[in-house]
């Protein structure tokens, strides 16, 4: 498969002397939904803001479907949507001419540029908001509205930057179904958030940076392979006096109807249950104490965090 | 027509319909205030005052001042618009729009220019039709007239351009217009022939570029003039030129826009 972005030896110090930026490389194949996580300060919005020419890198290469960011920006700029972390859209502009002035940007021509803002407006469902004026709309309404500027000039690679937070779940669970339809149709995309349920559902690889350099780049698969231990919470159907003593399992209670179990991934989790069940504990549900990509991101950037303190 | 220029030429459709759009939405605040505060100089200075005052190079002195007028309106209005519309635009953050859209840099400026220089006439048209109701106007020269007008228009909306590049909150886009911009103008001829001064201020006056601006323009209407036509022509059009050229290079540098 072709690579839709390529970054080597990325680097950015800004003016005052912080280097943002230490030297990364980071390959995304085209068609893959990509989860790019780091704390924050770690060098993300960086990274997106040299791609969208935002920011301007200090030493590297980029390029986007073959296109070098310093030889060919305008054709770059025509393979990439973006769609940032903040607002950045005229505040007094009705939400129907910010997506057609958008795609004037672009060169489309307006009638052409209408049709798709009607496309786009309605199937993020803002169409019924077309005449009014961005800044009465909700934070997730200008959310939607980010996202339907950046698709309007149709491009292979969408860069979103947090686009869910301060999203309501109801909303985040219709974004992450239209994001998923888009790369089924073959768009390219990076998402960066702080949900890392969302990068675990949605995305098939993941780049994690902190303080500047990748610390991870692998498929979403082989990283939660690397996971050996889960915390799983049991809620009882009968009350506890104390913490059963299950082989091979630590265990804790937290209350009298509900138990913590850490459990090994060569151990599994069947022969737990045996022993509740020979123990006459009965289990009412089952659910992860974390998000499992949560436990590894916080083990790497800890880890991380040690190596730059030494 | 190459795919390119093609959708730089749309690019710059949009951008000019954008900023007229903007100028027009918010018209009591854009073409109103000069209509008001202009009618208030024809009958203050030109009627009250300009009586008293009597002829001023052979013509009435409101038929006087009336191109030195619609020049100031041109001139505050043209570098008004730019200024606000693009340091509103860094604001707001919605240049960031401009910004990762492949439109090049000279298109991204002459957008914004030519709103400029569409606020500048349309509030020039204005002024002129009020002057109608105060005094008779003839054009001597049509040709010099619109060179003048347009050329003006185009400086000052790059002016603003630059103004609005480097200012970094509303303080520093008010400075230029109220230190700098408004004293050229008062002292630019709009109400005097530098003929009434001293040599050595008349020297001194020789110096402001907005002097041969009004003096141009008046040349077309009038056709009197306290300064040499070909050389003030030939000035703005070399100040245009490197204006523009200025302005491109703050544009592709990303000055005030990238970090």
């Not at chain 2, 209005?77 to 340091?87: D, E, I, Q, T």
């Not at chain 2, 729009?97 to 349309?122: C, D, F, K």
């Amino acid at each position: 498969m072709s690579s839709a972005l390529s970054i080597r030896q990325l680097t950015k110090t800004y003016g005052n002397g912080f280097q943002a930026l230490k030297g990364i490389d980071l390959d995304v194949a085209e068609g893959d939904f990509f989860a790019l996580l780091g704390p924050n300060g770690a060098g993300k919005s960086t990274t997106i803001g040299i791609l969208s020419t935002l920011v301007n890198k200090t030493s590297g290469s980029v390029s986007v479907f073959g296109h070098d960011l310093d030889r060919q920006p305008a054709a770059l700029k025509r393979s990439i949507g973006v769609v940032p972390q903040e607002f950045n859209f005229n505040q007094f502009e009705k939400t129907f001419d910010i997506v057609v002035t958008q795609a004037g940007y672009y060169g489309i021509p307006a009638k052409v540029a209408k049709e798709r803002a009607e496309q786009y407006l309605t199937q993020l469902g803002l169409w019924e908001k077309r005449d009014v004026p961005s800044r009465s709309l909700s934070g997730g309404m200008k959310r939607r509205l980010m996202i339907a500027r950046a698709l309007i000039h149709q491009p292979r690679l969408l860069i979103l930057d947090e686009p869910t937070a301060g999203v309501d779940i109801e909303l985040r669970r219709s974004m992450w179904s239209f994001l998923t339809e888009l790369n089924q149709q073959g768009i390219t995309i990076i998402l960066t958030t702080h949900y890392l349920e969302e990068a675990e559902q949605l995305c098939r690889n993941i780049g994690i940076i902190d303080h500047g350099t990748i610390v991870e780049n692998t498929s979403m698969r082989q990283l939660l392979g690397k996971l050996h231990v889960e915390t799983f919470v049991l809620d009882l159907r009968h009350d506890l006096a104390q913490a059963p003593q299950l082989a091979g399992y630590p265990c804790r209670l937290i209350n009298a109807h509900t138990l913590e179990v850490q459990v090994d991934k060569d151990a599994g989790i069947t022969a737990l249950f045996t022993q509740l069940a020979l123990q006459n504990i009965e289990v009412t549900s089952l659910r992860n104490k974390t998000n499992r990509l949560e436990e590894l991101f916080v083990s790497l950037v800890e880890k991380n965090l040690s190596k730059v303190a030494i | 027509m190459s795919s390119e220029l093609r959708a730089n030429l749309v690019a710059l459709n949009t951008i000019v319909y954008r900023e007229v759009r903007r100028f027009t939405r918010i018209w009591p605040q854009t073409l109103l205030p000069p209509a008001i505060t202009m009618v208030l100089y024809f009958v203050i200075f030109g009627n009250l005052i300009g009586r008293q005052i009597g002829d001023m190079g052979g013509f009435s002195y409101m038929e006087y001042i009336v191109p030195g007028l619609i020049m100031m309106s041109v001139i505050t209005n043209s570098y008004g618009n730019v200024v606000s519309s693009f340091f509103g635009s860094k604001f707001q953050r919605s240049i960031e729009e401009l910004m990762v859209s492949p439109v090049s840099p000279h298109t991204i400026l002459m957008g914004y220019t030519l709103g400029g220089v569409l606020r500048g006439l349309a509030v020039g048209v204005i002024v002129t039709l009020l002057s109608l109701f105060f005094t008779h106007l003839q054009v001597h020269h049509l040709g010099i007239t619109v060179l003048v007008v347009l050329l003006t228009a185009t400086i000052f909306s790059l002016l603003g351009f630059i103004n609005a590049v480097f200012a970094r909150n509303f303080d520093d886009i008010s400075i230029i217009p109220t230190f700098v911009l408004t004293p050229l103008t008062y002292l630019g001829g709009v109400f005097y022939s530098i003929n009434l001064l001293p040599p050595f201020w008349q020297t001194v006056s020789l110096a402001n570029p907005v002097l041969h601006m009004v003096n141009s323009f008046r040349y077309g209407i009038l056709g009197v003039s306290d300064i040499r036509i070909g050389v003030a022509i030939t000035f703005m059009l070399i100040a245009t030129a490197v204006l523009y050229f200025g302005c491109v290079r703050l544009l592709v540098s990303g000055r005030g826009m990238r970090s």
